[in-house]
């Protein structure tokens, strides 16, 4: 039981981090491009799941995607998708709640590069695409590194918005932080510490390869 | 050729400003623009380049149209073959030397240019070099032979070497000149430095507020037409040393240091560090053949 809480905790977060990258960047640079007005008001919807309690994120997602509300009801006729108590709709509200820990060092990363350097890239005949993936990417790489390993490490952490909208299904929906509650509340101390103390490991590691990287990408550009 | 009419409000330091110019380049021109900054120097080279759209006025290269605010068209960067060069280099750092330059190349086959620009430029024994472990001076070189790999006819400078010291300076300087010269560029050099002015430019046009109110060859311009000398140079005070009714002025010209005997009060506004014209027009020069 362990360990399948433990892989669904991986998988889930692998998925959420893959999906966050591949929406979180082109959001991250158009936040870091846009001269729009509406640009705070975006801002700040990505950086709600910061302050916002999970429990309030969870409850608001159980209205939303629950058999009861309009849309919750066509995507199960339509699409046969439950979001309610199951690992996609997990998935859906680990994208919503780990959007900023994606966006905002990827968003700082492209704003720190030199406006010339797209500008460069553009009087060489280089269409916007071209810049982007050739020149804007590959010269955030810390950033997004940042970014992939902070989405990862904080879907590993997450608890109330999946308690709220997951609940508490074995192979399902029970992650490693709601198994070890669960543990906890059977009074398995033995249990619940082995979980606690691999999720301590893990999260140390990541964290501390994250500072590692970084400080010898800094490194080589000071060198 | 490429004529031009710009028109556009920017909003400079000094409140709101009416940026309205109008001329006329030849092929093989070597233009700068002159002017204090926040003169619109660089707006213009942007609006040449595309990055900046004017709001109204015409940009006509050739046969081509860069711009009519009548027909609303905006030819984009990418069409407009110019090659743009910047204070701060802005190099690639992602990439070596070599693939900086031939990033540029719109196919991976015609090399030959961009190899002729490693070599004009002295670059072959960098070529694998980091950019993050070269001299302002090298990267400026890189940036130089970067825009003009694919063969623009405009190469646009924006005050390419106010970031290196004097020394550097002088020798890009010679280097522009040559690109200018080999690949018959026309080329628009914003700079401030009147020695630099002199050295390199065909026509000046002096920008202020937005206006363009002289144009010349840079000798009439900077010396105001006060003098009508038998020759002059342009150089840098590097001391003014007084004496009771004498100054003393050693002024560097080129790789040479002069020095210049004047009465007190009437070079009383020179100082150290001035950039100045040195004409005779009494004597005449001797020239002799150095061995």
């Known amino acids: 039981m362990i360990w399948e809480s433990l892989w669904l905790t991986l998988k889930l977060a692998l998925i959420t981090t893959l999906l966050l990258f591949v929406i979180g960047t082109p959001l991250a640079y158009w936040l870091s491009a846009t001269k729009s007005k509406s640009k705070p008001v975006w801002e700040t919807l990505v950086s709600m799941p910061l302050i916002l309690p999970p429990t309030v994120l969870g409850f608001y997602l159980l209205i939303a995607f629950g058999q009861s509300s309009f849309i919750g009801k066509f995507l199960d006729d339509f699409f046969g998708l439950q979001l309610v108590f199951s690992f996609s709709g997990l998935v859906l509200a680990s994208v919503i709640y780990s959007l900023p820990f994606m966006v905002h060092p990827i968003q700082s990363g492209f704003s720190s590069l030199p406006i010339h350097l797209k500008e460069a890239a553009y009087s060489l005949g280089k269409s916007k695409t071209t810049t982007f993936f050739k020149i804007m990417l590959p010269n955030i790489k810390p950033a997004l590194l940042t970014g992939i390993v902070l989405s990862f490490a904080h879907t590993i952490g997450e608890f109330g918005v999946v308690l709220m909208i997951g609940g508490n299904l074995p192979g399902e929906t029970r992650v490693a932080s709601i198994a070890i509650y669960d543990e906890v509340e059977a009074l398995n101390y033995s249990n619940a510490n082995t979980l606690s103390f691999i999720l301590f490991v893990l999260s140390f590691a990541i964290l501390l390869s994250v500072y590692l990287i970084n400080n010898k990408s800094l490194n080589r550009i000071v060198k | ?291």
């Open chain 2, 1 to 291: 050729m490429i004529e031009c009419k710009l028109k556009k409000e920017l909003s400079a330091a000094e409140g709101k400003m009416i940026l309205n110019v109008d001329f006329r380049l030849n092929e093989g021109d070597f233009i700068v623009l002159y002017g204090n900054s926040g003169a619109g120097k660089t707006s213009i080279l942007r609006m040449l380049s595309g990055l900046l759209s004017p709001e109204d006025g015409y940009i006509n290269q050739d046969s081509n149209v860069w711009f009519n605010a009548e027909k609303k068209i905006d030819l984009p960067i990418q069409k407009r073959e110019i090659g743009l060069v910047f204070q701060n280099y802005a190099l690639f750092p992602n990439m070596n030397i070599e693939e900086n330059i031939y990033f540029s190349l719109p196919q991976k086959k015609d090399k030959k240019t961009a190899e002729e620009l490693i070599e004009l430029m002295e670059l072959g024994n960098l070529r694998k070099q980091k950019i993050q472990q070269l001299s302002g001076g090298q990267q400026q070189r890189v940036a130089l032979a970067r825009a003009l790999a694919r063969k623009p006819k405009l190469l646009l400078l924006d005050e390419p070497l106010s970031a290196l010291d004097h020394g550097m300076r002088t020798r890009l300087q010679e280097y522009i000149l040559k690109l200018h010269k080999t690949y018959n560029l026309t080329t628009i050099l914003v700079s401030h430095d009147p020695a630099e002015i002199i050295k390199m430019a065909d026509k000046v046009m002096v920008l202020e507020n937005g206006k363009i109110t002289k144009t010349g060859p840079p000798i009439s311009i900077f010396s105001e037409n006060k003098l009508s000398g038998k020759f002059q140079f342009t150089g840098e005070v590097l001391a003014k040393i007084d004496e009771e009714v004498i100054s003393i002025l050693h002024i560097l010209i080129g790789n040479n240091v002069i020095k210049s005997v004047s009465a007190k009060d009437e070079i009383a506004h020179i100082q150290k560090g001035d950039k100045v014209l040195v004409a005779s027009k009494a004597f005449n020069p001797i020239v002799t053949k150095i061995e």
